[in-house]
């Protein structure tokens, strides 16, 4: 009693069916994630209530621990089940040796996801490959309902133990790669013009002080930690002013309904933690800067 559980992932069937144990054990169901719910149970980790459960440090449990507290007739520790890696997810891949293929089956299975050979469309939630280009890949991005990722996904959430998010770990297509590398290109071409025109005004006046370069501050390893430290305390001290109970929407209408947000020189934990908000507020992360983004957000790193 005075349990307050929240629930995700699962089919009107099967939700109608743990709403029951719930009652039965005198617990309450609550529709939406809020920071005092005793625990969320999941069928998926990735999902955006999960990540939404996470953010606010709600703990998040497998559906047995529900089943197990009713048989027993008494609430078990939660401890024991915790999500794994993978817990939920079906997995495919593309462009990997049989050997790897097989070392990286076991790995997903060992962490409570499931392999498949094949790419389904309602049924396939990640497909790993090595770069873009393959059927499988062009189906997946087709559908829209396929992560395409790299392989050091796999095993960055291995290494954590945990899902991790798989934004920075996407398989880009080769029209995006070839605008990041035209915007790069024009970038150099840029600062190679200022440069030759710096030389020629040099010659032109005879004095090599017509246009002052100056030297990139040098720092030490030491120097450089502290700088970044500094920038992360910055970065924590204003996220720890948002109340993120504030942030979820009681309505339908979510707060972010419709935004496109553009982020760009946040270190990676704090790049997690303002994507997880958006996401949570109903909005959408744009990773190129283009003419569907109505937000950007700047930070100290930039």
């Known amino acids: 009693r005075g349990y ?180 790069l290109k024009h970038t150099l071409k840029s600062t190679s013009s200022i440069k030759s025109i710096g030389d020629d005004l040099s010659t032109r006046s005879g004095s090599k002080t017509s246009i002052k370069v100056e030297k990139p501050i040098e720092l030490s390893s030491k120097e450089i930690k502290e700088h970044v430290d500094k920038i992360l305390r910055n970065q924590q001290y204003l996220l720890s002013l948002i109340n993120p109970t504030m942030m979820i929407p009681q309505e339908k209408e979510t707060i972010f309904k419709r935004e496109v947000f553009y982020l760009e020189g946040f270190h990676s934990e704090v790049l997690d933690y303002i994507t997880r908000h958006i996401l949570m507020g109903g909005g959408r992360r744009s990773f190129i800067f283009n003419q569907f983004v109505t937000k950007v957000m700047i930070g100290d790193l930039a």
């Not at 794994?84 to 990997?96: K, M, P, R, V, Y």
């Not at 962490?111 to 062009?138: C, M, P, Q, R, W």
């Open 4 to 183: 307050k559980i929240c629930l995700s992932g699962f089919t009107p069937m099967e939700l109608l069916q743990n709403l029951n144990i719930i009652r039965n054990l005198g617990g309450t169901y609550v529709k939406t994630v809020v920071a005092d719910a005793t625990c969320m149970a999941v069928k998926r980790v990735g999902s955006k209530d999960y990540q939404v459960a996470c953010s606010l440090n709600v703990p998040t449990v497998t559906i047995r621990w529900l089943q197990d507290c009713q048989s027993s007739g008494v609430v078990v520790k939660m401890k024991n089940y915790t999500l794994q890696a993978f817990e939920g997810l079906t997995i495919s891949c593309t462009q990997i040796m049989p050997e790897e293929r097989n070392i990286l089956q076991k790995l997903i299975e060992d962490n409570g996801g499931k392999y498949t050979s094949k790419l389904v469309k309602d049924g396939t939630t990640h497909l790993i490959a090595k770069e873009a280009s393959g059927d499988k890949f062009e189906y997946a991005k087709l559908w829209k309902n396929v992560y395409v990722v790299d392989i050091k996904w796999v095993e960055e959430c291995i290494r954590r133990k945990a899902w991790v998010s798989e934004v920075d770990y996407f398989i880009l297509s080769k029209r995006t790669n070839d605008r990041k590398q035209l915007q």
